[in-house]
């Protein structure tokens, strides 16, 4: 039986605030550090990014600040973090009572009084339990609630209901849209749509949940909302994506990149013998160029290199990230804050592997994103 | 080699000056009033940024405004534009301006400063007016310099002669035998027009009211390369905006007009719907608001003024607009049909909530059997030539095509 070794905790992109990775040392850390975080990093099972502070939430509950809001405090067991309020999940205030829900102004450090507090109840947990969840602690929900019947908003109302229908498995927010993956593996989407971010193949809104029909009948094994596109990765581990590609965080070609002669890829066209930039265009199979893509508004396939299948995804403001079956982690999308880990500030419009975790043998487990951050977890090679 | 260098170092001492000069002297004062909107870690930022200006440290401020204008750009782009806060626009609005001003800290060259001007752009397009209109006068300062350092006018040597001119093609000026036209009038009172068009909701053409405004003698291609050459401006891209391939893009006005207009372009690119005259003020002085806006409920601040700059062949499809419209043609000739409001079944407006102020059929080419009803539809045409100010009423249907190069004003009022 394989042992589960016990992995860190990498970060890498926006540290203006000085949020882990970056210890005041600049604004941008471009390729990944270890965090640091007092005692074992191990410790930590869960990071909650927003711009200007970076939440961790250990296995022993406790919630740790970094950046433009500090602080830690103890009994939590979720937190999810946005500029307007920290919201956690902690242990109701005794034996059998439910789980408490608390929002926290993120420059208070969890000091005083919350900005709201909401009792979820011992049902939200029983509900959980009955429906299959993994008991509390295990896995985070955030910014579902316990028990899937409302979620979290960054933006009032604070809580908002989901009909108990949708059976919510994991759900999303973007910058002005939601996802939502139920217990079949469908994916619904509502929220404004002026970026193609719903995946219905309209640019309307979509004030209700609506199923993603182009998705019908392949079941999704999790999802993950950009500010302005999303991602799905299917049970086969393969990814679809969709929204917004103004940064190609869609993997598409993306004119602002092609057009914008100071953003040159690393295996770059170069200089021609008369030393003039050569304009990169994108290129079809055929050879011909391909037309640049600022909207997808219905899910495309995206295959990786060497057919490589995906288990996680996440994404920040304009770039994505996923994590392979073998331990690989592959990013794209905007990259001026290093926040795809290449060791630079270049924007790409097609997945590049991270190879800091191939040099150093680790076996990329999870990602988690912040706005302009990358959070990777990751556990070392075994019989390395 | 000693002229060269002393050239550069005074020109750009003196513009160092003149934008020390505009700014406030203390970070207390180089600060915006922001609502709770803002959230604390921006309004932190924004501290720390005019703190890094007024202390000197021009990388590390230029690292904090890029920050800045990257964090409100997304919340620009969040949600739709009439619900986005002022106070996100004036945040961008800033970082545009410590942007602009730090570019030009160093002894720079010409592109720094070019780059300069694009910022301000930027910030006047799509923030708000923040520190008494500064960007403006920032503007006007980046502008007058980079003129000042151009040789004077491009001269006919420079240019190879088949640029020189705008293209031009035969077009096809529509056949209007069977139309009926827009009514004339020759500098009504402002009660007949009040009276008879404008409570009535007709559209007509008013002659001899700003056939005397500087822009009809002075405007030309070289006249608007010379004032706003350097001006960023929105273009929009593609035939027309009910197109797959539409799109709007940021370029400078020379830009345009070699892309677009001068040579042979492989799409059409139009100027279209942007309020050049706030951007740059200068060009605000050649024009005139109507007289007969004075008839409406609005002030005269609250009156849109739109440039509409392109070559022959731009396309409006047939759409209607929410406010009374003064349209001026200034250069070239438009051909413009127009519907009333009545007939708005006939014309099969779009569905969607996006185009619902928009036709489905295409007026110079329209697909009777799936738009039947369309030709019985009544409607009024004309060919608006430069002097001519066209009165579209309130919600009036109207098509628009532009036979020559051509420049109009719109004017829209309640």
Known sequence: MAEERRGSWFGFGFCGFGQAPG??????????????????????RRVSASWSYTALVTRGGQVRLSGAARGAAGGC??????????????AGPGRGAGPELQAWAPASAMRGEPLWARALGPEAEAEGAARGEPPAGALSLLPLLPGARAYVSPRPPFC?????????????????????????????????????????????AEPEPRLLEALQGLPVAEVAAGGWHSVCVSETGDIYIWGWNESGQL???????????????????????DGFEVRRTAKGEDGAPAPFIAIQPFPALLDLPLGADVVKASCGSRHTAVVTGTGELYTWGWGKYGQLGHKDTTSLDRPCRVEYFVDKQLQVRAVSCGPWNTYVYAVEKEGS | MAEDTQEPLAGAGALREALRALLPPTKEELALELGENVERSVVQLLQEAA??????????????????????WERLNTGPWRDVHKDWRRVYAFGCLLKAVCLCEEPGDTTAVAAALKVCD????????????????????????????KRPGPGPAQEPPSMKKARYDPVSVPDMTSERTVPRLHCPSLEHFRKYFLVPGRPVILEGVADQWPCMKRWSLEYIQEIAGCRTVPVEVGSRYTDEEWSQTLMTVNEFISRHIRSEPKDVGYLAQHQLFDQIPELRQDISIPDYCCLGDGAEEEITINAWFGPQGTVSPLHQDPQQNFLVQVMGRKYIRLYSPQESEALYPHETHLLHNTSQ?????PDLDKFPRFAEAPSLSCILSPGEILFIPLQYWHYVRALDLSFSVSFWWS
Not at chain 1, 173 to 194: I, M, N, Y
Not at chain 1, 251 to 267: M, N, Q, V, Y
Not at chain 2, 135 to 140: D, F, R, T, Y
Request: proline fraction near 4%.
């Open chain 2, 361 to 365: 059929v295409d007026v110079e080419n």
């Open chain 2, 122 to 149: 930027m910030g006047l397009l799509m923030g708000a007016a923040i520190l008494g209109d500064i960007l403006i006068k920032v503007a006007a300062i980046l502008q007058a310099h980079l003129r000042s350092g």
């Open chain 1, 160 to 204: 908002r209901a989901l009909a108990p229908e949708l059976r919510a498995r994991r759900l999303e927010l973007g910058a002005e849209h939601a996802l939502l993956l139920d217990e079949a593996g469908q994916v619904f989407s509502w929220g404004q749509g002026r970026h193609g971010q719903l995946g219905h193949g309209s640019l309307e």
């Open chain 2, 51 to 72: 703190e890094l200006f007024c202390g000197g440290r021009r990388s590390e401020c230029l690292q904090a405004s890029e920050a800045i204008l990257d964090y409100s």
């Open chain 1, 77 to 90: 067991r979720d937190a999810w973090a946005s500029e307007a309020q920290l919201v956690v999940l902690r």
């Open chain 1, 251 to 273: 993997a598409l070609p993306s004119r602002s990149l092609a057009e914008d002669t100071k953003t040159i890829p690393r295996e770059a066209s170069g200089l021609n013998e």
């Open chain 1, 23 to 44: 210890s005041g040392r600049g604004r941008q850390v471009l390729s990944p550090e270890p965090l640091q975080t007092p005692g074992s990093g191990a410790d930590v």
